[in-house]
Structures are given as C-alpha cells and as structure tokens.
C-alpha cells in the first residue's frame, strides 16, 4: 500500500520572478518542518534546491528541483522553479507534476517579467493558484499598493488571507483575516475588513452553506476546509499569504495555509487520451489504470539518468512491467526513488499523486507516458536564439556531441542541429543567457571547452517564377566514361498547397504518383516519357534534388516551397550510373532556381512584450526600427502593457539587452515562430555577400 492516503498529498511548485526568494522560502520550509536539520542559505552555496554548481555560482535557481516534508497531517511534494525567463522550460514541466502553484512575489519589487508568465501558465494548465508574498523585512513596501497592483493584475479573486504586522524591520507576524486574532497592532491593513469578503468568495461555491449564511448560520470549520479547496480549484479564490523567507517570520502560517488551501490530487481535471483516441478523464484511482508522465529528465554528475514521474492514476511498483505510450513492448520499471533535492531513496510502490524518479531507462524522455492512456503532450516554448558550436581541442567532436546530447534530453528547451552545408553544430536556446549556462555546465560536467561564433538564423531559399533547363553531365576518362542527361521545369509552390490539385492543374504530362517531401514542401513530378531516363535511375535524379535542396543554391540554406518537374533527359547504356544522374539532377537545379528569380525566405516571429504603459511608445519606435510590424496592443493590468508584433528573428537575436535598456529592467517579452518571408532585396544582398566571402574563406 501506498504511505500516504491521496486526499493527504499536496504537489506544488514553488514559481516567480528571479529574486522573489523562492529558494530560499523552500530552504526555511524544510528546516522549520525539521526535515533539513542544518541552515541552508542561496547566499552561502549551502541551499538544498541549490546543488549544481553553476547554481551556487551565480546564486539563482537554473534547475526546478524537488523536495518533500510533512506538516499538519499531510505529505508535501515542493518543486522549486527557475525564476528567469531563459529557464522557463523547467517552470512548464514542473506544472506537469503539481495541482497547485505557489506564486511567489518579491513585496519590495512587485509584479515582475515572470510572475505574469507563470500565472498565466499555472491558468492555462487548470492548476490550483496561491500567492505568496514574500521578502515582507525588506525596506520602501507600499503594501496596499501593491495589494491593489495584485488585484488589477490578477483579478479580484486574489484574497489575503492574512496580513503582516508591520514591515521592513518592524515585521512580527501575521495576522488571520479567517479567524481574526485580538492582538492586530501593526497590521497593514485591518484583517476585519477582509474578514466577511474572504468568506464570502469561499461560500459562493456551495448554494445550500452560502444561503444558511445569509440567514445568519455561520459555516463550520470542516465546510470552510472543503469549500476552500473548492473554490481554489474552480479559480473563485486565489489566497494570498505574506511571510519572510529570510527571517522565517509568517512561515508557519504559510504552511498551514498551504495544507488548508492546497488541491488533494484528485481536485484537478485532468484527462488523457484512449487507443481510439477518444478523450477519457483521469482519476486519481489506485485501482484504476496505470497514468504516469515524465515531467523532468536529469542526468546526474555520474552520468545517471534520472527521469522524474509524476503518477496520476493506478499504482507503480517497483520491477512491475508496464506499458510506455510509443513503445511496442512494455517495459520493466526500475527502482522507484523518492528525492530529496540531489538526493534519493528507494521507495516500493507508488499511487496516485507521487512524484518519484526512476534511474537508468533509456526508453523514457521528458513528456512520456506511462500506462495505457495517453497524456497530453508537454507544450514546451520554441528555442530561438543559435549559436555555431565546436569544441576548442581536436579530437573533443564525439565527446561535445554526447554532452550536448544529454543537455537536450535534460532541457526541452534546447536543441541541436547539424547545418549540411558548413557542417556546423548548431545550438538553438531561449536566450543568451539560457546558451551561456549550457555552456558552462559543458565544462564542468562534461570537460569540453567550446568555442561559438555568431547566431544561426535559419533562412531558407526559394523561387518567385517558373523557369526550365537542362544539363548533361559527361565525363571521359579512358575507360568507362560517366553520362547523364536531366531536363526540368521549375515551380513555385505555396504551402498548404493540395498536392494532387496542383499536379492535375499544371498538366503535367505524366500523372505517376507524385514525389512529397512534406518538411520542405518540395514536390518533384515524374513525367519521363519513352523511358528517355530508365526508371532504375530516377532515385538517383531524386537523390540529387535532395542533395542540392539541403547545400542551398544562392547562399547556402535550405531550399523550400518548390516543385521540379523532370520531363526529359537522355541515357547512354554503356556510361550512365547513378552517380551521373545524380550529380546532373544536382546541377541542372542549381541552374535552373537562379533563373527562377530566387529569394530568401525568413523567419518572422510573433512577439508579445510586456512593459510599463509609459513604454508603450518607445517599443513601437523600436519595433519600426527593426523591420517589425505592430499588430496591436492590450493592458496587462498593474500600469502594464503587452504590445503584440510580427518581427524578423534577426532583429530580436539581442532583443534582452535592448528591452532592458528601454525599460530599465521592467519589461519582458515572449517569441513563438509565426511564418517565413521574403528578405527584403537590400537585405539579401547582405546575406548572399557573407555567405560567399564565408566560401571564399573556407576554400
């Protein structure tokens, strides 16, 4: 049986702004719980959550991390997040595996980049939300301020539940604006009137308690308990709580307030998919079918996979063959461990509501599913920002190659890629800072000293008219001799294009089943009449297509968006080969796209900055200034504004720096790939120039 009953367990992750003292806050649960029995301190590199060394370094969370304690009856699972937006990944999957989220405000600073993001997350994931305002010993509060800042922001249903007695270094306590306390001198604000508001956002959820209320019946406390956990989880009622991390002042009442407020498992919605594919919910069952997801992957110091799981129905237990979403044949689980920051113990069997890890399965990655239903992807924020990567010592390829690839299977956030034409490594992050700390943890842990060159954008190229043209390779040489001979028309083909539409109105003179490579939107057309190129040659002729569409033609990217249709050619039975055709299909595309007035494409991306309204104006001007194109502009609540645009990548690789400038560290902005688009004639020049002075050099 499992340890815990379900209705006992609470899994929240502990999310803000950096510098809102979210480590620090779980450092102080977990000594005044007496689950830690030495200090930790973010400050001194002795911080539980804390452990890596890059973390220690630059004194801020870049890895959620998981802590459990027990307090009041019940059993805490705590995920600590990043608080930078660079490390938002960790934040979305750490969501994953709670049923509440603890939104932690720094009372000095107030709403900042992240905690808007985060709540909006925690909203569109369905999770129970809490705030928490913390750091309430710091100096120059405006608490009602910020009280009503939280308000407009986040909208009426954020409640205090209690209120502090004094501020800065006058901060003594809290006190309960459920059960009002005699003793509140020094409260910021008068709990009483609180008091009946909180009560009235906690009863609406029940009719019968809140009817017998009017007519003067007062609620009893095991119907203000069940009714609160109610009302947090249909979002009526976001409780705000204030303490000090540092000081510990107002933390046991943050931990009751976490037991009191905090959704069991078996509050949150959650469904999942069936073999059919039909919808189904998810209960929070032991005896019900096995649902688990991986949540989070790390690879420890001892290149130990651990992949973290969260369980939201049926059991797990140990040496138990279980069936993975993807995978043909079921797989045995390994030792489950419960984990403790950087530390782990094994645990037998598992129900609902656990987070546990499970070390060594290679079949499992961030997002899989195990059990018979399948669970909603983990929608994970596009990298945008790359960098060309190599490593310093020759010979280091293959080890750079495998750090980087348990950093991906770590950060979905994170991507490699090879460029066919440089033979470059390519890493793609969420920022500068996000590529800065991967590569430091490359030297730490892995040994590999890298160098980087400038960002990666991933133009592509294309055509914008139809053209034709043929060429004929042949090569003597003595003996055999090498022959291929390839016409084609060349087309411009728009995405979402019906292929067999587009193949019957271009009457092409021949209707065999088209050729579709999907990725690049790239259709080629079969029409050889008379066997003028024998079939058994036609893979090459595609081969060659291919090749040529991954080296680039004008400047070396990627080609999409076109349609060749091969109409003609001519064989010699003794010197034609495959590799003739294929080098002459190479050839005559290369040809025939530069007479086919070829462009490049780039990636326009959506953009959405946030940023005080007196900016507004400012990041409009800016906006122009980089090519981009506002699109419209909406309140973010607090004073604040998010201006909505469509910009090139290239113009926002740095986009971190400037906003700071212009904000003076108060704004933030989110991108997402929107489309790709003609590079303006001036631009291109630009490009093709580099690209061929980069040949130049590298022959």
Same mark, same amino acid.
């Given at each position: 049986? *499992?340890?815990?009953?379900?209705?006992?367990?609470?899994?929240?992750?502990?999310?803000? %702004? @950096?510098?809102?003292?979210?480590?620090?806050?779980?450092?102080?649960?977990?000594?005044?719980?007496?689950?830690?029995?030495?200090?930790?301190?973010?400050?001194?590199?002795?911080?539980?959550?804390?452990?890596?060394?890059?973390?220690?370094?630059?004194?801020?969370?870049?890895? *959620?991390?998981?802590?459990?304690?027990?307090?009041?009856?019940?059993?805490? %699972?705590?995920?600590?997040?990043?608080?930078?937006?660079?490390?938002?990944?960790?934040?979305?999957?750490?969501?994953?595996?709670?049923?509440?989220?603890?939104?932690?405000?720094?009372?000095?600073?107030?709403?900042?980049?992240?905690?808007?993001?985060?709540?909006?997350?925690?909203?569109?994931?369905?999770? @129970?939300?809490?705030?928490?305002?913390?750091?309430?010993?710091?100096?120059?509060?405006?608490?009602?301020?910020?009280?009503?800042?939280?308000? !407009?922001?986040?909208?009426?249903?954020?409640?205090?539940?209690?209120?502090?007695?004094?501020?800065?270094?006058?901060?003594?306590?809290?006190?309960?604006?459920?059960?009002?306390?005699?003793?509140?001198?020094?409260?910021?604000?008068?709990?009483?009137?609180?008091?009946?508001?909180?009560?009235?956002?906690?009863?609406?959820?029940?009719?019968?308690?809140?009817?017998?209320?009017?007519?003067?019946?007062?609620?009893?406390?095991?119907?203000?308990?069940?009714?609160?956990?109610?009302?947090?989880?249909?979002?009526?009622?976001?409780?705000?709580?204030?303490?000090? @991390?540092?000081?510990?002042?107002?933390?046991?009442?943050?931990?009751?307030?976490?037991?009191?407020?905090?959704?069991?498992?078996?509050?949150?919605?959650?469904?999942?998919?069936?073999?059919?594919?039909?919808?189904?919910?998810?209960?929070?069952?032991?005896?019900?079918?096995?649902?688990?997801?991986?949540?989070?992957?790390?690879?420890?110091?001892?290149?130990?996979?651990?992949?973290?799981?969260?369980?939201?129905?049926?059991?797990?237990?140990?040496?138990?063959?279980?069936?993975?979403?993807?995978?043909?044949?079921?797989?045995?689980?390994?030792?489950?461990?419960?984990?403790?920051?950087?530390?782990?113990?094994?645990?037998?069997?598992?129900?609902?509501?656990?987070?546990? =890890?499970?070390?060594?399965?290679?079949?499992?990655?961030?997002?899989?599913?195990?059990?018979?239903?399948?669970?909603?992807?983990?929608?994970?924020?596009?990298?945008?920002?790359?960098?060309?990567?190599?490593?310093?010592?020759?010979?280091?390829?293959?080890?750079?190659?495998?750090?980087?690839?348990?950093? =991906?299977?770590?950060?979905?956030?994170?991507?490699?890629?090879?460029?066919?034409?440089?033979?470059?490594?390519?890493?793609?992050?969420?920022?500068?800072?996000?590529?800065?700390?991967?590569?430091?943890?490359?030297?730490?842990?892995?040994?590999?000293?890298?160098?980087?060159?400038?960002?990666?954008?991933?133009?592509?190229?294309?055509?914008?008219?139809?053209?034709?043209?043929?060429?004929?390779?042949?090569?003597?040489?003595?003996?055999?001799?090498?022959? @291929?001979?390839?016409?084609?028309?060349?087309f411009p083909l728009l995405e979402g294009t019906d292929i067999e539409q587009y193949a019957t109105k271009q009457r092409f003179a021949s209707m065999k089943q088209p050729h579709y490579d999907p990725e690049n939107n790239f259709l080629w057309i079969d029409s050889i009449v008379s066997a003028t190129i024998p079939g058994n040659f036609m893979p090459a002729v595609e081969k060659g297509f291919k090749d040529r569409i991954s080296r680039g033609v004008i400047a070396g990217y990627q080609v999409q968006n076109v349609c060749v249709e091969v109409h003609f050619g001519k064989h010699h039975p003794v010197d034609s080969s495959e590799q003739a055709f294929k080098t002459a299909a190479s050839m005559v595309f290369r040809n025939v796209f530069q007479q086919a007035k070829p462009a490049l494409l780039e990636p326009i991306v959506k953009i959405e900055v946030t940023v005080p309204g007196q900016n507004v104006g400012d990041i409009s001007s800016d906006m122009s200034g980089r090519r981009g194109r506002v699109l419209g502009m909406d309140s973010a609540g607090g004073g604040m504004q998010t201006v909505t645009a469509e910009v090139p990548l290239a113009e926002v690789t740095t986009y971190a720096r400037s906003l700071s400038s212009i904000t003076g560290g108060q704004g933030s902005y989110t991108i997402e790939l929107s489309?790709?688009?003609?590079?303006?004639?001036?631009?291109?020049? !630009?490009?093709?120039?580099?690209?061929?002075?980069?040949?130049?050099?590298?022959?």
């Open positions: 049986m *499992a340890k815990h009953k379900i209705d006992d367990i609470r899994n929240i992750a502990f999310c803000g %702004h @950096g510098s809102a003292g979210k480590t620090t806050l779980v450092d102080k649960i977990l000594t005044s719980t007496g689950t830690l029995n030495r200090q930790a301190s973010v400050d001194d590199g002795t911080s539980i959550c804390d452990f890596d060394d890059e973390e220690k370094q630059h004194k801020y969370t870049i890895e *959620a991390s998981v802590v459990h304690f027990d307090h009041a009856g019940k059993h805490f %699972h705590v995920i600590d997040t990043p608080g930078y937006p660079d490390f938002i990944g960790q934040t979305i999957g750490a969501m994953r595996g709670v049923d509440t989220v603890a939104v932690v405000i720094n009372a000095q600073s107030g709403i900042e980049v992240n905690t808007r993001r985060v709540f909006a997350e925690a909203k569109k994931a369905g999770l @129970g939300r809490m705030i928490i305002i913390n750091k309430m010993d710091s100096d120059n509060i405006d608490f009602r301020a910020l009280v009503e800042q939280i308000k !407009e922001t986040f909208g009426n249903a954020c409640v205090l539940l209690n209120v502090p007695l004094g501020q800065g270094a006058d901060f003594r306590g809290v006190a309960s604006t459920l059960k009002v306390p005699e003793d509140t001198g020094g409260a910021l604000i008068d709990p009483a009137e609180i008091s009946e508001p909180l009560l009235e956002s906690i009863i609406e959820v029940d009719e019968q308690v809140m009817e017998r209320y009017f007519e003067g019946t007062q609620p009893s406390e095991e119907e203000l308990s069940r009714l609160i956990v109610q009302a947090v989880a249909e979002g009526s009622l976001i409780p705000v709580v204030c303490t000090s @991390g540092k000081t510990g002042v107002g933390v046991g009442e943050l931990l009751d307030a976490l037991a009191l407020c905090a959704l069991p498992p078996g509050q949150v919605k959650r469904t999942a998919a069936n073999a059919e594919g039909e919808e189904v919910e998810v209960k929070a069952d032991p005896a019900g079918p096995l649902v688990a997801q991986v949540f989070k992957t790390r690879i420890d110091p001892f290149v130990q996979k651990l992949s973290f799981i969260r369980v939201y129905s049926g059991t797990l237990k140990k040496d138990n063959t279980v069936p993975v979403v993807g995978l043909r044949k079921a797989v045995r689980f390994g030792q489950p461990l419960k984990v403790q920051a950087d530390e782990t113990e094994p645990v037998d069997q598992l129900g609902p509501g656990a987070i546990v =890890a499970v070390a060594k399965m290679e079949e499992l990655a961030t997002g899989t599913t195990l059990g018979e239903l399948t669970m909603p992807a983990i929608s994970f924020p596009t990298p945008m920002v790359g960098l060309a990567i190599s490593p310093k010592r020759r010979g280091d390829e293959t080890k750079l190659s495998g750090a980087l690839g348990k950093i =991906a299977q770590e950060d979905p956030t994170f991507r490699i890629d090879r460029d066919p034409q440089t033979k470059e490594m390519v890493v793609t992050g969420m920022s500068e800072l996000h590529l800065q700390i991967i590569q430091e943890r490359l030297r730490r842990r892995d040994k590999v000293e890298v160098t980087t060159k400038e960002p990666k954008i991933p133009y592509r190229e294309t055509i914008q008219a139809n053209a034709q043209g043929s060429y004929r390779h042949k090569k003597q040489t003595g003996g055999r001799g090498q022959f @291929g001979e390839v016409h084609i028309r060349m489309h790709y688009d003609i590079v303006p004639g001036n631009v291109q020049q !630009e490009i093709i120039a580099k690209a061929a002075l980069k040949e130049e050099e590298e022959d």
